[in-house]
């Protein structure tokens, strides 16, 4: 069983930054997908970033492209997100995910309802 457990999110101000952390446990293969969708209140859930570990590529969704940068630890099985610049617009839950396609030639919304496990979310809140 898959468990992805974040952190990290919070209360920023507009053009702040934060970091979210994600951890994985019980992956059965050292090349995983991992990554990141949000969930605005009366909003769909969207993607904002994933990335993959067997070479790295890494996708993003256009509204975040230049401000946020997902990473990794493979060691740690763990994938980060360092989001700049923060907008109120980016106010929403944040969740972790697994085990779903991760490429620039298939949106993010086609990939959600195959994505094999969800963290909990993470609030950001980006407010003066």
């Known amino acids: 069983q898959v468990q992805l457990v974040e952190s990290g999110g919070g209360l920023v101000q507009p053009g702040g930054s934060l970091r979210l952390s994600c951890t994985a446990s019980?992956?059965?293969?050292?090349?995983?997908?991992l990554g990141w969708f949000r969930q605005a209140p009366g909003k769909e859930r969207e993607g904002v970033s994933c990335?993959?570990?067997?070479?790295?590529?890494?996708h993003y969704a256009d509204s975040v492209k230049g401000r946020f940068t997902i990473s990794r630890d493979n060691a740690k099985s763990t994938v980060y997100l360092r989001m700049d610049n923060l907008k109120p617009e980016d106010t929403a839950v944040y969740y972790c995910a697994s085990h779903f396609f991760c490429s620039d030639l298939i949106p993010f919304y086609a990939v959600i309802p195959d994505v094999g496990y969800w963290g909990q979310g993470a609030q950001v809140t980006v407010s003066s």
């Open positions: 990335l993959s570990s067997s070479d790295g590529f890494t």
């Open positions: 019980g992956l059965i293969s050292d090349y995983w997908v």
